[in-house]
């Protein structure tokens, strides 16, 4: 495990500060509990594989060995969410409420990028599967560490959040159909936003993209805002103790139901547009926009130098994204994206 303490001090509210280095904590625990007790090894540094403690299953570590299911979080630094859900995940297995019937694995992808309370180090970690040029930069060698493990997965859930509140946690992935029927046992409430007109960014793969490359099944949960909120962690906990239980990888003793919004229950969406962030010149968006949030074609959601930031379409705006000064945000490159626009679409309306 790496020394937590040598790392940078986090860009974080000293309540949150200390909740990350309390939940780092708990997590390591965990490890080391399993690591003694269960059949289990690790794959990478965050990362730990469980196998059923059963002759006939052979730990996933073994070369060309399986993995029917990989949890993460963390792997936006920002992003810290998905930290506790990992936790109590290995905990429940570790006290028996979940038993465990083929490999699994869980892991936190770039802890040094959350203490320094920042996206990323070096690059969108992301953004970075499946490239030929990694480089040495910490998010390059971190994706080559977790590429094995990605790459020997069956099926993959990556707990991500959102910067700006949502009206809904939702489910991203580019389409695929067996990605959509995964989310869909999941649970068929919880809305889908999917894409397929190419990659969802020109700079990598994310890490749902990379395992369906592979031959594996890969989605992306979204959570809400970032932090440490109880609702978001019960979904969380919720979403993959399901997903564990519909991939056959463990006999879970009882599965929550996951509770959403009326108003998106069973919806679907994919791009209805997208805003570029400018390269250049004074951009502000009008305060207190979030994700799910319905606008109209026309409508002024910011300004851009003396121009207007006009909606290309109606739909709801998806990742707004606020550079608020002495933030990390105000020092770091410039995102390609101001916001995107999804539309709702049928089922039918979906690739074949």
């Known amino acids: 495990m790496p020394d937590y303490d040598g790392l940078a001090e986090p860009f974080l509210d000293q309540n949150t500060h200390g909740k990350l280095r309390t939940e780092l904590e708990r997590f390591r625990r965990a490890l080391a509990a399993a690591r003694q007790r269960l059949p289990s090894d690790c794959l990478a540094p965050d990362t730990i594989c469980v196998a059923a403690d059963d002759a006939q299953l052979h730990l996933a570590t073994a070369p060309g060995g399986t993995i029917n299911l990989t949890i993460l979080g963390v792997i936006h630094g920002n992003e810290i969410g998905g930290l506790p859900v990992i936790t109590s995940l290995i905990e429940k297995i570790l006290e028996g409420e979940v038993a465990v019937t083929r490999p699994v694995a869980f892991g936190l992808g770039n ?82 936003v999917t894409h397929w007109s190419g990659s969802f960014s020109q700079d990598g793969m994310c890490t749902d993209e990379y395992v369906n490359s592979r031959g594996g099944t890969g989605l992306t949960i979204e959570l809400g805002q970032a932090g440490f909120e109880e609702a978001q962690m019960s979904t969380g906990l919720a979403s993959a103790l399901r997903a564990l239980h519909v991939t056959g990888s463990a006999n879970v003793r009882e599965l929550p139901c996951i509770e959403i919004d009326p108003g998106f229950k069973g919806c679907i969406y994919t791009w209805a547009g997208t805003i570029p962030y400018p390269k250049s010149g004074e951009v502000r968006l009008v305060p207190d926009l979030v994700n799910f949030q319905r606008l109209n074609a026309g409508d002024v959601i910011g300004s851009w130098e003396d121009s207007a930031i006009i909606m290309p379409a109606s739909g709801r705006i998806l990742f707004p994204k606020y550079i608020r000064p002495g933030t990390p945000d105000a020092d770091a490159p410039r995102p390609a994206e101001l916001c995107r626009v999804i539309r709702t679409v049928t089922e039918q309306e979906l690739p074949a």
Request: no cysteine.
């Open 111 to 192: 802890v040094s990028a959350a203490l320094a309370g920042k996206r990323f180090l070096d690059r969108d970690l992301n953004r970075s599967f499946g490239g030929a040029s990694l480089g040495s930069s910490h998010e390059g060698t971190r994706a080559r560490e977790l590429q094995e493990l990605l790459g020997r997965s069956l099926y993959l859930v990556d707990l991500h959040q959102t910067r700006e509140p949502s009206e809904t946690p939702f489910f991203i992935f580019p389409f695929a159909r067996r990605s959509f029927d995964f989310a869909r046992m999941i649970s068929s409430d919880l809305p889908v």
